[in-house]
């Protein structure tokens, strides 16, 4: 079990006695996995009404987040088309 990748990710060594940094360290992991917010969500029963707006709203914000991260990817290239030719 120790050598199973999953677990191997949220490892975090304590250097130099140090616990607060690691602390930090592992909640910044697990908080970017997403481990804490689903906790955090589990703890009390969620309608399912309100599960199904909050999925909603969770797939309409990645795909909002997705389509400005491809303008923002597209107007920041050095080297593309000038589309103001003729002016």
Known sequence: MANHLRF??????VQEGNVDAAYKNLTRVLAHDGIIESV?????YEKPCRERVRKNFEQCKRIYNTDMARK????????????????
């Open 8 to 13: 191997v990710a949220r490892t975090v060594m």
């Open 40 to 44: 955090q969500r589990k703890r009390y």
């Open 72 to 87: 923002i990817a597209f107007v920041s290239k050095t080297y593309r088309d000038d589309p103001w030719l003729g002016y």
